[in-house]
Structure formats: C-alpha cells, structure tokens
C-alpha cells in the first residue's frame, strides 16, 4: 500500500469495522491514442513503484446497508453514445431495457483515456487526483487519493482490474489490486482471456474494451470499421454476461457499462458535446430501471458502485451515488469539474 494512502484505509477499516455488515480542464493538448495491436498475444506488464503527492486523510460518509454483494464496471473505450444503436450493439441494447441508463451522461475535460478513468474510478476531478497525462509513465506514479480500489481492498473485497491499456494500472496502487491483467489485443480476447480464468469471488471488478477508440482514430467516430469493432466489442459484452449467468452471479451483481469519452474526426480530447458525452447504464442488484433523469458525471460511477457495496464513501469524492438509478431520492448531484 503506498504510504499517503496508509492512514486514509487503516481509518476505513475501523469504520467499516463498526458500520458495515458482513457481506461475501487541465492545461495539455489533446493526445491521440495508439491504434490497438491485433496480434492475439498476452501482456503482463511488471509492477511499477507508485508514487503521489501527500494528501490528508479522507473524511467519510456512512451509507446504508450493502445492495449488491459484487460491482462489475465495464468500460468501452471511445464508445460515443450514437454508437450503441447504430452498430448496433443489441447485448447492451438489451441490457438497457432492465436498467436505469442515461446516453447524455458527461466525462471530464480534457477527455482523454487515463484522465476520464482516473476520475470514474477515484471519483475526483483531474484537478485533485492529479492526472495530467495520457501515456504509460511509470515514474509519475499513480493518480493521488483514495480510489475505489482502496476502500474496497480495505474491505476485504477482491479487487481485480482486466484491461486492454497498460496505462490504466497508474489509476491505482498495485497493492490495492488482487489481479490485475493487460491483455494487448481485440475486445473479444480481452473477454474471453477473462472468462478462461474468471475470478468468481470479485468483489470490484474493472474491465477495459480498447478497440472502439482505436478504430476512431484510424478510421474516425462513427465510421463504418468503428461501428464493425462497436458490433465485436459488444459480442465480448455478451460472452462476459452470458459467464456471470452461468455462475449464478447476476442477482447479486451491479453492472456499469459506461465510457471514458466519444469523439469526433480522428480524435477527441476537447470539450466538445461529441467528446464529452458518454452513455452510463447500470443494470442489476438494487437497480430499479428506467431513463434516468439526473445529471450523470463520470466520478459518479466510484461513488455508486461504493453506495451499492455498502462502502462509507470519501467527503472528498467529487462523484456522488446516482440515487435514482436504486429507486431513491436524490440526496445531491456532482457538479462540473472546474
């Protein structure tokens, strides 16, 4: 466990000891992203020594009893939310017919890869987890606060990240990771590399579909080789539902497909609507579905997956549960990133 996150997960353990129940922008030109490799091999990058900035201790807020035992988070990269039907992408289109879904949802600026997921997954806006790159930078560290791996690690949950670019473990301590696995391929390998050595105990679990966003920026966001892989990626979706129904998991599951950020030409990475926007669909354990109506920000997929695991979540998260989606009151909504 890296040192400035040490005190912030000894002080959740002893809440959560007392609380929960026992359950089983930023001033840098927009970069594009590498075309993804198609070669059907398997990458484990080495750890890497996580540094950050000191931060104090995190305050939390105590939440209700745990409405889901597992969170599932899904993250289609690039997948601008036109896509969906236009692909079309009936696994997920299915899915949305039992979820509580937005397709205006919006991501944070600037709207690259590793700045949009740092902030879905610490729920932070670039500003505080620190975030200034977009490339696989082993001696910047890590992203700086307590993220969504960390309270759940600290929890006893399992924590596993299954992702198609290596840049993604700067989002979290290694130690806060049980499995963590880079897999340099399609997004049907990605899924079905899972599936052969599918972790039936997770607690959290972050899986990473490259493919979309590297046909846009070979081919541009909405062409016909973008919607093509849309199509694929959401074939990999289905084989990973199809594998939490097999296991008798999708009861107890929370399920987030959700995106970094859309596109527009080749590229992406400004604010424009086609950049910023992102579809977030959640579907399952506690879910009452329906179109949401709330205003949905990328940080709120750590808070709502916390929310659902009973977990306290971080005063200083920016992100906030999206209480609608569960059936309830909204107690507040997150606001733009500055």
Request: aromatic content about 8%.
């Amino acid at each position: 466990m890296n040192r400035t996150k040490l005190l912030p997960v000894f002080l959740f353990l002893l809440l959560l000891a007392c609380q929960m129940p026992n359950v089983a922008g930023l001033p840098f030109s927009p970069t594009s992203t590498p075309t993804a490799t198609l070669a059907p091999t398997l990458t484990v990058a080495p750890t890497i020594t996580a540094t950050a900035t000191e931060t104090s201790a995190p305050t939390v807020t105590s939440t209700p009893a745990p409405l889901a035992r597992r969170v599932l988070i899904l993250s289609i990269d690039g997948l601008r939310p036109e896509i969906i039907s236009l692909a079309p992408m009936s696994n997920l289109l299915a899915l949305m017919q039992n979820s509580a879904y937005t397709l205006s949802a919006q991501t944070v600026y600037p709207s690259v890869t590793l700045v949009s997921h740092s902030s879905m997954l610490t729920g932070l806006c670039p500003s505080k987890h620190g975030v200034d790159w977009n490339d696989y930078i082993p001696e910047k560290g890590i992203a700086q606060g307590v993220d969504l791996f960390d309270i759940a690690h600290a929890a006893g949950f399992q924590t596993v990240m299954h992702v198609g670019k290596e840049k993604l473990r700067q989002i979290t301590d290694p130690s806060s990771l049980d499995i963590f696995t880079y897999v340099n391929d399609r997004d049907l390998v990605v899924a079905k590399r899972l599936i052969a050595d599918f972790p039936e105990n997770f607690g959290v679990m972050f899986v990473h579909f490259p493919l979309v966003d590297g046909m846009g920026h070979a081919f541009g966001w909405l062409s016909s080789p973008q919607l093509s892989v849309a199509y694929r990626a959401d074939e990999a979706l289905g084989l990973i539902l199809a594998e939490v129904d097999a296991r008798g998991l999708r009861g107890e599951t929370l399920i987030i497909v959700t995106a970094d950020h859309g596109g527009h030409d080749t590229t992406h990475g400004y604010s424009l609507p086609e950049d910023m926007t992102i579809p977030w669909i959640a579907s399952g354990a506690g879910i009452q579905p329906k179109v949401l109506t709330t205003r949905v920000h990328t940080m709120d997929t750590a808070s709502t997956a916390a929310f659902a695991l009973g977990l306290p979540i971080p005063a200083e998260w920016d992100g906030v549960p999206v209480y609608e989606a569960f059936g309830l009151p909204a107690e507040k909504t997150s606001a733009e990133c500055p």
